[in-house]
């Protein structure tokens, strides 16, 4: 989507700003919710890695709606929207675009011309990410990493804000390329999808399957969420929870002091310094988008578990007590607030 020609402005006072902010996050819950049923814990952590301007990876069994949310997002947002299929035979090209011959009008020259790929959106479905190659992963992530591609040494930027949730499928890994872990890295948040609730799936059966697919209004448009992710960026951070999230990052590295004797015998490798960042950002987005003028503890405990969960690797003894990086950061957490 091209920027309007007039940028949106925010009230000049932050105060105001955060007050606008927590209406429209409120206002957009209740849209998606004429199409989403349930999952309020998963739109939440959506929004708070866009206006983080982070990037998520969505884990969750097939079925659970997790296209849907993708577009339902897109459609309230006013944002270009596209999905990409990742499949064995995917090739970069076919993510980034690629330059092909078209004759000009003039003396019957041919020239080349770059067609855009389906990265070129504000927010970009990659379905199955890890079913496609490296090769063509790396491509996705590039664009991820640096918000540009390049074709034959030639450099596109992509528009902003430009926004990116991967899927994977958690019980199917035969014929896959997992995603490495410094590619893991790059996303900001994991978020586990679950199976509704009874009551939840009571109502998926009753409103889903009727004739008519309700229409969302558009409450965000590019400029405001630009706007809005800027504003994050100065929610104030008291001094006790950059030293607390460098703490709870540094605990889960087998190799440092301050790790438990629990965690050293159950963690092959932890989490890395963006863990930080991501942490502090989205206490900062939480705290915004819940109308909060200020990051609390509470904020930065919500978002350790999606930070966290794909940047602790757990080893062998871990798997064998049934002890999974998402209960590892409960426990690190539950401990530090024992302390």
């Not at 959506?46 to 069994?61: D, K, N, Q, S």
């Not at 958690?170 to 390329?177: A, F, L, R, S, V």
């Not at 706007?227 to 951070?237: E, I």
Request: proline fraction near 6%.
């Amino acid at each position: 989507m091209e920027p309007n020609s007039s940028s949106y402005q925010l009230p000049p006072d932050d105060v105001a700003a955060i007050d606008e902010l927590g209406k429209s996050y409120q206002a957009l819950r209740q849209e998606l919710g004429k199409a989403i049923i349930g999952q309020e814990d998963i739109i939440e952590q959506l929004c708070i890695a866009l206006f983080a301007r982070g990037h998520a990876l969505l884990m969750g069994v097939p079925g659970l709606a997790k296209t849907l949310l993708v577009s339902s997002v897109a459609q309230t947002f006013d944002l270009s929207f596209n999905r990409i299929q990742f499949t064995p035979d995917l090739m970069p090209a076919d993510i980034t675009g690629t330059d092909i011959i078209q004759e000009s009008g003039v003396g019957g020259k041919r020239e080349f011309e770059f067609i855009r790929g389906p990265v070129f959106a504000n927010l970009v479905l990659a379905d199955e990410i890890n079913r496609a190659p490296a090769k063509t992963q790396s491509a996705m992530l590039e664009a991820m990493q640096e918000n540009k591609v390049t074709v034959l040494g030639k450099t596109y930027p992509l528009q902003p804000p430009f926004f990116v949730l991967a899927t994977q499928n958690p019980i199917e890994q035969e014929g896959t390329y997992p995603l490495p872990e410094a590619q893991l890295d790059r996303f900001m948040f994991l978020i586990e999808l679950d199976y509704p609730t009874a009551a939840d799936e009571i109502r998926i059966a009753r409103e889903t399957t009727g004739t008519t697919r309700k229409t969302l209004d558009r409450i965000l448009n590019a400029d405001k969420i630009l706007a809005f992710q800027q504003l994050v960026r100065r929610v104030p951070v008291p001094e006790h929870l950059y030293e607390y999230a460098v703490n709870l990052v540094r605990r889960t590295r087998p190799n440092q002091p301050e790790a438990p004797q629990w965690l050293k015998e159950t963690v092959g490798w932890g989490a890395g310094p963006r863990a930080v960042q991501y942490l502090i950002l989205g206490a900062k987005s939480r705290a915004a988008l819940r109308g909060s003028y200020m990051a609390s503890l509470e904020d930065l405990e919500a978002v350790a578990s999606p930070v966290l969960s794909h940047r602790v690797i757990t080893n062998f003894s871990a798997e064998s007590q049934g002890m999974t990086s998402k209960k590892i950061v409960e426990r690190l957490i539950r401990e530090m607030r024992e302390e």
